[in-house]
Nanobody
């Protein structure tokens, strides 16, 4: 049974930082590209960042350009999203997802497994 468990969300003031973590189990982690998506209230889920399975290629959404990094540790089956200079519009539930294959994927349909999400709330 594949499980992706996110942690690290919370309430933070605008301008602050958060580091989200996702631990994967039940799959061969190094065979999967990993991604972070988010869904704000009343909005569709959107892509944030992705990393390929070897960790040498990443993609980001324009909305988080220059304010975020993604990293992975294949030995620990973890992927992390560092978010800096947070804005109120970053408020959302953040989801970790796993996509089989070589790439770093920006489309939801590439992802086979999803976590339950972690809430990030940025106050102004």
């Amino acid at each position: 049974q594949v499980q992706l468990v996110e942690s690290g969300g919370g309430l933070v003031q605008a301008g602050g930082s958060l580091r989200l973590s996702c631990v994967a189990s039940g799959l061969t982690f190094s065979n999967y590209g990993m991604g972070w998506f988010r869904q704000a209230p009343g909005k569709e889920r959107e892509f944030v960042r992705a990393i390929n399975r070897s960790g040498d290629r990443t993609y980001y959404a324009d909305s988080v350009k220059g304010r975020s990094t993604i990293s992975r540790d294949n030995a620990k089956n973890t992927v992390e999203l560092q978010m800096n200079s947070l804005k109120p519009e970053d408020t959302a539930v953040y989801y970790c997802a796993a996509a089989p294959g070589l790439g770093a994927f920006v489309r939801e349909y590439n992802y086979a497994y999803w976590g339950q999400g972690t809430q990030v709330t940025v106050s102004s």
